[in-house]
């Protein structure tokens, strides 16, 4: 039973990871209608930034409230990046799919070559509480205190999502875009500053993404945002284009599949089975779990 509850728990905190990077993922596809493959390149950014602010930026540190200096460090860093990116490279270029989807490549290749340049390949060991290392007991299992973490971000992030979709102008501006990009603008809405914000929110959440991840792998390196990124547009898809809820529901499924597959079954096979949901979804339920069917 305790074998169960620990596989559950850690599918949970990997599922957290997932949700925080698909999160702003989905809205900015559902909104802008942009793939964007430069995801994870915030991600790094926030990885490193925070890794980076632990031994450098005064008041931060690898342990108390210095930490939590760091991972703000960070998520700025990842939301300032994201908007740049927004700003320079994908508004001139929103209705250009084909363009779209090159620049955003091209920029997730360039994103790692200079994580890479500037810190090198190796991973490098991440600052993180020395309470991040330590175990919670949990119904008889000992849970990893890093995934617990992270699931309590994820819920805290979800949470604040959801409220500023439903109660602030510009998240009822984002979830009508969402619905009608078109009616939106019909109505003299300048929809370009909610394309910013959506970019921003989303560069935050994969900012912190890559700062828990950090605490939870142990290490930082130059590619763990593009690994990361496979995962979290399976989530996106599975979950539905522009759904945060969907995301979560998504995440939960890839999370705990992977984990107990991995576990009772053979090293990868999680993954493939991660894979073989993602086509049985497309097949029974093409526009996601909580995706809208497209009317022509």
Known sequence: MSTVILLALTGLGLAALYFLVASGLSLVFGLADVLN????????????????????????????FGFVVAVAFGVLAGAVVAVLVELVLIRPLYSRTIEQVLVTVG?????????QA????????????????EV???????????????????????????????FTRYGLIIRAGVENREMVTALGID????????????????????????VYFGTVSPGQGGSLLIFAFIVVVI??????????????AVGLLQQF???YGTSGLGDLCV????????LLRPQGLAGKVAHA
């Open 37 to 64: 493959f430069a995801h994870g390149l915030f991600l790094g950014v926030g990885a490193y930034a925070t890794w980076w602010a632990a031994g450098n930026l005064p008041g931060a540190g690898p342990s108390g």
């Open 136 to 166: 919670t007991s949990v119904l008889g299992a000992n849970v990893p205190n890093a995934g617990l973490l992270l699931i309590i971000a994820a819920v805290l992030v979800l949470g604040g999502l959801l409220a500023f979709l439903r």
């Open 191 to 214: 929809v370009r500053k909610a394309f910013t914000l959506v970019f921003a929110i989303g560069g935050a959440a994969a900012a912190l993404a890559g700062a828990l991840g950090g």
């Open 107 to 115: 920029l997730s290749l360039a994103g790692v070559a200079l994580l």
């Open 261 to 263: 597959v991995n576990y």
């Open 275 to 282: 894979v073989g949901l993602l086509a049985v979804v497309l």
């Open 239 to 252: 979950g539905g284009m522009g759904s945060v809820v969907g995301s979560a529901y998504a995440a939960v």
């Open 118 to 133: 500037t810190w090198g390949a190796d991973a490098r060991p991440f600052p993180r509480p020395a309470w991040t290392r």
